[in-house]
């Protein structure tokens, strides 16, 4: 098991399941995801060439992309759609990045994800 620390908090890079990187915590949290939050850009590249799924829904319904989106992490984001992620991911609840960039008002990310889209 890797782990990593973003100030006080503890990232889980591999779980304990054969050492898979998108093992999901009790509390939803991917580690692709929580590097995505706190927009750890190196975490975020070491996860992806570890085969972590950038557009891997946890069970609260939420991509990386998706929680970069809400932390406006700009960075993070632009890191991600450049690792394949994509905007138009519709999670179970029929809800992508784009509708939350719009929702939150986040003109910046709005950009980013609106200039990434697939032809």
Excluded: W
Excluded at 81 to 109: D, F, P, V
């Amino acid at each position: 098991m890797l782990a990593m620390f973003f100030g006080e908090h503890l990232l889980v890079i591999c779980g304990p399941r054969n050492g898979q990187v998108d093992f999901e915590t009790s509390t939803g949290r991917s580690a692709l995801g929580t590097a995505a939050m706190v927009g750890d850009i190196k975490a975020i590249t070491e996860l992806v060439m570890q085969r972590a799924e950038v557009n891997l829904e946890t069970s609260y319904g939420r991509t990386p992309l998706i929680q970069a989106v809400l932390c406006k992490q700009q960075k993070a984001i632009a890191t991600l759609l450049q690792m394949r992620a994509t905007a138009e991911t519709m999670t179970k609840t029929g809800q992508t990045a784009i509708t939350y960039a719009t929702s939150s008002n986040n003109t910046a990310a709005m950009k980013l994800l609106t200039n990434n889209l697939q032809p």
